[in-house]
């Protein structure tokens, strides 16, 4: 009788072990695949942090608006495309200068 209390136990023991182990499984997968996530999507900052935003959304969309409408001129006015490719790209290179030299608010 003792022999069948004592078989039945450590299956018993072995049963609670098993699912131990596969709780403990499962959830280092699930800190894993937190932890993953948590990497990979970007956190949201709310603007620059201490300063006031550089540029409002309507200025960056002039910006972009202005600038496409450059590159449409540029590729419908000249003729020879390494011109243009040369054109786009010193547009693109002195964008920044521009936006520094129309927008500054010193």
């Given at each position: 009788?003792?022999?069948?209390?004592?078989?039945?136990r450590?299956?018993?023991?072995?049963?609670?072990?098993?699912?131990?182990?596969?709780?403990?499984?499962?959830?280092?997968?699930?800190d894993?695949?937190r932890?993953?996530?948590?990497?990979?999507?970007?956190?949201?900052?709310?603007?620059?942090t201490?300063?006031?935003?550089?540029?409002?959304?309507?200025?960056?969309?002039?910006?972009?608006?202005?600038?496409?409408?450059?590159?449409?001129l540029?590729?419908?006015?000249?003729?020879?495309?390494?011109?243009?490719?040369?054109l786009?790209?010193?547009?693109?290179?002195?964008?920044?200068v521009?936006?520094?030299?129309?927008l500054?608010?010193?």
């Amino acid at each position: 009788m003792s022999k069948e209390r004592a078989q039945r136990r450590a299956a018993r023991e072995a049963e609670l072990a098993r699912r131990r182990v596969l709780r403990e499984r499962a959830t280092a997968r699930r800190d894993r695949r937190r932890a993953l996530l948590r990497r990979m999507v970007p956190t949201v900052r709310r603007g620059r942090t201490g300063r006031l935003p550089r540029y409002s959304r309507g200025e960056r969309s002039a910006i972009v608006a202005l600038t496409l409408a450059a590159i449409v001129l540029i590729w419908a006015l000249v003729p020879d495309l390494a011109l243009r490719l040369m054109l786009i790209v010193l547009l693109l290179l002195v964008l920044p200068v521009i936006v520094v030299i129309a927008l500054d608010r010193r």
